[in-house]
């Protein structure tokens, strides 16, 4: 049986709507996630490059919950009664899948319900918590603490210092992957959140590098090369670097990709040319649908990357790693 303790309170768009729509268990929310009523919404969220284009978007058109619990008003002040949840908010992650795993797998935490965020790059991890040992936001710190002493892979801009407030929303989106076990049992290990609350935690920087980049005699399987070639532009894109401002470069990129990884490398070529206030979709499209059918092999993947390179994005061992 669900455990009815896991309830929050559901929100209609826009994000400036303050009274919440309903009550829901976890696995209501869990059943809008995987079902894929917001697919279409996540699919045009992650295909906007601005930052601020993308969060208006995002606040006009995704429900919101707030995972602490259920509220009469959207604020601090108007909590009627607490989920037994925490959400951790990890943003810009390297490897989403692979970090999802670690938490769900950490012997310290229960969890119930995990999935990709909105942005594509980001993870919403709820755990169960105890409010008999200390308050919500004791909490929140005692686990970022942890998290960031732990997860050497994690920094500050991973965990953000700022989102331990009772009433902090929480966007939901399509994610099939979920996942979800709203039975979980209690940790296998003691945690002792108070005393993780006073530690310092080791808050380290983000390095300005993405670990891509094979040695000149490593050859790629496809799934490999297109992993990587998404890891590239992903960074480009969190750069903001438009790599394809001249008309000679639009074009060199566009056989690069198209040659590199033929037909799944249309996408990556429309996310890196509107990263330019210059870039227009039909054209774009015509020009891809030129360059694959022009292919001939000559201007390589490896243009792509070094053009990467160029723009201040270090390439280092390729992994194969998820993004």
């Not at 799934?223 to 969190?238: D, F, G, P």
């Not at 056989?255 to 996310?271: K, T």
């Amino acid at each position: 049986m669900e455990n009815r303790s896991f309830e929050v309170s559901y929100f209609n768009p826009p994000i400036t709507n303050k009274v919440p729509s309903r009550t829901a268990s976890l696995g209501e929310v869990a059943r809008v996630v995987r079902s894929g009523m917001l697919a279409l919404e996540t699919q045009q969220l992650r295909g906007i490059s601005d930052k601020a284009e993308a969060r208006s978007y995002k606040g006009r058109n995704f429900p919101y919950v707030t995972p602490a619990g259920v509220f009469s008003y959207c604020n601090d002040q108007s909590m009627v009664r607490h989920s037994k949840l925490l959400c951790i908010d990890l943003d810009h992650l390297k490897e989403v899948s692979r970090t999802k795993q670690l938490l769900i797998d950490d012997r310290h935490f229960s969890t119930p319900f995990a999935f990709r965020s909105p942005s594509g790059d980001g993870l919403k991890w709820f755990l169960r918590i105890d409010l008999s040992v200390c308050d919500h936001q004791t909490w929140f710190q005692a686990v970022r603490n942890y998290l960031l002493d732990t997860y050497k892979d994690l920094t500050g801009e991973n965990v953000d210092a700022h989102v331990g407030n009772l009433s902090r929303a929480c966007f939901l989106c399509y994610d099939p992957d979920a996942y979800v076990n709203l039975d979980c049992g209690e940790p296998k290990m003691a945690f002792d959140p108070k005393e993780w609350a006073g530690k310092s935690a080791s808050v380290r920087k983000p390095a300005v590098s993405v670990n891509t980049q094979p040695c000149a005699c490593q050859t790629l399987s496809p799934t490999e090369e297109l992993a990587k070639a998404k890891a590239v532009t992903y960074a480009l894109m969190r750069r903001g670097a438009s790599i394809a401002e001249s008309y000679g470069d639009y074009v060199k990129l566009g056989f690069s990709l198209a040659n590199g990884l033929g037909s799944e490398g249309r996408h990556l070529f429309h996310l890196l040319c509107s990263q330019s206030a210059k870039y227009n979709q039909e054209d774009c499209e015509a020009k891809w649908n030129e360059c694959l059918s022009k292919s001939d092999g000559r201007t390589t993947i490896a243009t792509f990357y070094h053009m990467a390179k160029m723009a201040g994005v270090e390439l280092k061992d390729f992994t194969n790693r998820d993004y």
